[in-house]
């Protein structure tokens, strides 16, 4: 029989039997941990804790998706009591039978269950164990079996998956090291083409999504800005702010309007079907049932516990080795980041894939989901990082499983792997030059600033997901909606370093305390003077603060600085030249000239906008070392000018065509992908 194995399967099986010896082992220890404090567990030795172990781990594989399949359809509004109360009496069963091993209560027998199924879990996802076929066992059958009722058709469907964050640059090098086999197959084997594409000058979330997903972003700017007629701030980190600009620029007919539903994203492309949808936020739309079979599930429940916990400690010990290894540039990575980064890389991830499970499983003729997991770890590791491409490794993993997945689903399925921007490297703003853009604003128009805290975008997707959770009614949901109840508004909740008046959306600024408003996003800055009722211009600003321009233009980490004359409309700055947008010509140095070849056109849209900044600022951009410096404390950054940041990437099925090329602009990238919805 041996001959018959080749050399990579011997390896993958002693690596298989190494990592169920050390299950075993930890699950083993975990039963021994409990028996000192359940007092209805009693374990006669060791050797009879591993035969129970086994036991029950056989019993699991044999029995827990038939009972699943009785929770789901025999009683669907008990499922999470009924399928944690068979689970219990699985384990008691088992306890009967097992040598050694007494159980005499439901409850220790139910926090039995899920303490060895938690532990288990962790140690595939510390070891990066290929765990589908539990997986499949467990999930997969049981939602197929709630959902074989419905109706198939041959049509097929598409399902979009966006990896936030990812370049086209960092896509070939994680190709190349191997950290994607799942797309690099689809690529060698001719069933998907790769095309890049250029956003917008303002490469975030906040102002893609929306062109992605509604065919507009006309007037964002950037991921905050203020609104000189409303005196007010609007920012694409307060849930109340993205559900405004959602009813600005939808005309009705997003990407996802005709049955298609939206998945941790942070615009709905008007999908009927919306979850952890920030502009949904507190919204009927933004749908429960998910949420009440995912954690209804033992088995998600204990898996989406122990892939947090794991991801949690991948965090603390890349954190650690970075200091120690004295990589630079680093930033701070204590505090709550953790746990941020688990929820991000772990739990959001697992929900998506369970929803997008879901609706193939429902024939949905188009979804959209959102992977933030690799751009949180890009701005804190850096984009390059060996942690951010094994990020980028966990979710080509799940693509993998939701290609497999496709094949069960109610219709053939076209996935459709795509990034709303990218992110370049470097050390930020503050590191190059000991002060960060609103210090430098301060002094040189000595005049007291007005500058948010800055919020970390993954908020967004966990507010979104305790309001929802919050909103059922169920004793989980009452017990969490007592315990933030403080921190809502509007029926959101808004956790978060913001301040309360800017979660509020309401961030109002007396003109007698602000005289200039400074907002960062990435290495992009903006500058307002609320004083000024209408954008002020270059003579006003020359009259009123004549050292502010002369006095950014001198930080060699300020690129240029773009305002708007009277004489001869928008300009761009820099300390050795002059862009003229309108007439298209320079003088000196081209300001522009390390930006691209888009450069001028993308500033000319933003010079258009009603509520352009008086004084657009972007950092430098070294093209020999790729790098910028973010006006944020971000490693990776994205917002403005420079690098990889405006290039994104899309992977789409040979059989389809791109609409335009090359593809500039979040919009036009809507109308490519528009084509390739159907209709039902």
């Keep these: 029989m041996s001959e018959k194995i080749g ?93 050694g091993v007494s159980i005499s209560s439901l409850w220790a027998a139910t926090v039995v269950f899920l303490a060895l199924s938690t532990t288990g879990m962790m140690v595939g996802g510390l070891f990066a164990v290929d765990d589908f076929t539990a997986y499949e066992r467990f999930v997969i059958k049981p939602l197929m079996m709630r959902y074989n009722d419905l109706k198939k058709t041959d049509v097929p469907g598409v399902m ?121 936020i507190g919204s009927s739309r933004n749908s429960s049932m998910e949420y009440f079979l995912f954690y209804g599930s033992p088995y998600m429940a204990a898996r989406t516990f122990s892939i947090f916990l794991s991801h949690l400690l991948v965090e603390v010990w890349e954190g650690w080795r970075q200091q120690a290894l004295n990589q630079r540039p680093r930033i701070d990575r204590t505090g709550f980041y953790p746990f941020i980064r688990a929820i991000a890389t772990g739990v959001l991830r697992e929900l998506s894939v369970f929803a997008l499970i879901g609706d193939m499983m429902r024939g949905l003729p188009a979804m959209y989901s959102t992977f933030v997991g690799y751009d949180e770890v890009a701005h804190h590791s850096g984009v390059r990082s060996r942690d951010a491409l094994r990020v980028l490794e966990g979710i080509d993993k799940m693509i993998g499983w939701l290609e497999r997945i496709s094949v069960q689903a109610a219709r053939p399925y076209r996935l459709v792997v795509l990034s709303d921007h990218g992110q370049s490297d470097g050390a930020t703003f503050r590191q190059r030059t000991g002060k960060n853009l609103e210090q430098v604003v301060e002094q040189l128009v000595d005049a007291p600033i007005y500058s948010p805290p800055a919020e970390d975008e993954t908020w967004l ?19 969490l909606l007592r315990a933030v109840k ?36 990435g290495n992009l800055g903006l500058i307002y003077f609320a004083a000024w009722k209408e954008r002020i211009n270059l003579e006003e600003i020359t009259q ?87 006006f ?22 040979a059989e389809l065509e791109l609409a335009e090329e090359p593809v500039v602009g979040a919009s036009q990238l809507y ?7 159907p209709d039902s």
């Design 7 to 99: 050399p990579e399967g011997k390896r993958t099986l002693v690596a298989y039997l190494t990592v169920s010896a050390i299950t075993v082992f930890v699950q083993v220890s975990a039963l021994a941990l409990l028996e000192i404090y359940l007092v209805d567990l009693s374990v006669a030795n060791l050797w009879d804790a591993m035969i129970f172990v086994l036991l029950l781990g056989i019993a699991s594989s044999l029995l827990l998706p038939y009972l699943m399949y009785f929770s789901i359809r025999r009683r669907p509004l008990l499922f999470p009591f009924l399928a944690f109360l068979l689970n219990g009496l699985l384990v008691l069963l088992v306890s009967s039978i097992a040598p």
């Design 671 to 677: 109308r490519t992908l528009k084509r390739w919805v």
């Design 461 to 479: 997707r966990i507010n979104a997901l305790l309001t929802d959770v919050a909103r059922q009614d169920t004793p989980g949901g009452r017990l």
């Design 160 to 280: 979009l998956l966006e990896i936030d964050g990812l370049s086209e640059d960092v896509l070939h090098q994680a190709l190349r090291e191997g950290y994607m086999p799942t797309i690099k197959g689809w690529l060698e084997g001719g069933g998907h083409r790769l095309a890049g594409w250029e956003t917008d000058l303002s490469c975030q979330t906040g102002g893609c999504q929306p062109g992605i997903l509604h065919g507009n972003n006309h007037n964002i700017p950037a991921f905050r800005w203020y609104e000189k007629d409303l005196g007010r701030l609007l920012d694409s980190s307060v849930p109340g702010n993205v559900t405004e600009v959602e009813k600005r620029i939808s005309d009705g007919d997003g990407l996802l309007a005709k049955g298609g539903s939206s998945r941790a994203n942070m615009y709905s492309g008007d999908a009927k079907e919306c979850m952890l949808t920030v502009s949904k």
């Design 544 to 630: 009123a603060f004549p050292n502010l321009i002369p006095g950014l233009l001198s930080y060699p980490a300020v690129g240029f600085v773009m305002v708007h004359s009277l004489k001869h409309g928008a300009l761009v700055l820099s300390s050795k030249g002059i862009y003229y947008l309108e007439e298209d010509r320079f003088e000196g140095e081209n300001p522009l000239l390390s930006f691209g070849q888009g450069a001028a056109a993308h500033l000319r849209r933003e010079d258009g906008f009603s509520n352009a900044p008086d004084l657009l600022v972007n950092s430098f951009y070294d093209p020999g070392k790729g790098e910028v410096a973010a």
């Design 486 to 521: 403080r921190r809502m508004d509007e029926g959101a909740v808004t956790l978060g370093p913001q301040g309360e008046q800017l979660r509020r959306g309401q961030a109002l600024l007396p003109e007698d305390r602000s005289k200039a408003v400074v907002l960062a996003s």
């Design 632 to 653: 944020e404390e971000l490693v990776g950054s994205h917002g403005g000018l420079g690098g990889d940041q405006s290039r994104g990437v899309l992977v789409y099925p």
